[in-house]
C-alpha cells in the first residue's frame, strides 16, 4: 500500500518551499498533501512521513512562513 511508505520531504512532491530556496535538510517548507493540508504543517527537508510521495518539491512565496502564508499550489 503506497501510504505505507515512509520518505523524507525533501524527497517528496507534497512539499512546497520557497520559490528560490536551496532543497535541503534545514530547509522549510508547508506540506500540501491533501489530507495534510488543514493542519499547517511546516516541516524541514529532513522530517518525514508515511504520506510521502516521491517528486521534485513544489514552490510557492509563503510556504516557509510561520504560520506558512502560500496556498498549496498541488
Ligand atoms: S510531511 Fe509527509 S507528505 Fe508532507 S511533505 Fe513531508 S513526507 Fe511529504
Excluded at 520559490?19 to 488543514?38: H, R, W
Amino acid at each position: 500500500m503506497a501510504e505505507s511508505q515512509w520518505g523524507l520531504c525533501k524527497d517528496c512532491k507534497w512539499w512546497q518551499i520557497e520559490p528560490n530556496a536551496t532543497v535541503g535538510n534545514l530547509t522549510m517548507g508547508l506540506c500540501i498533501d491533501e489530507k495534510l493540508q488543514p493542519y499547517q504543517l511546516r516541516v524541514s527537508g529532513i522530517s518525514g512521513c508515511n504520506r510521502y510521495l516521491p517528486g521534485e518539491p513544489a514552490r510557492a512565496k509563503g510556504s516557509s512562513e510561520a504560520p506558512p502564508q502560500a496556498e498549496p499550489t498541488r
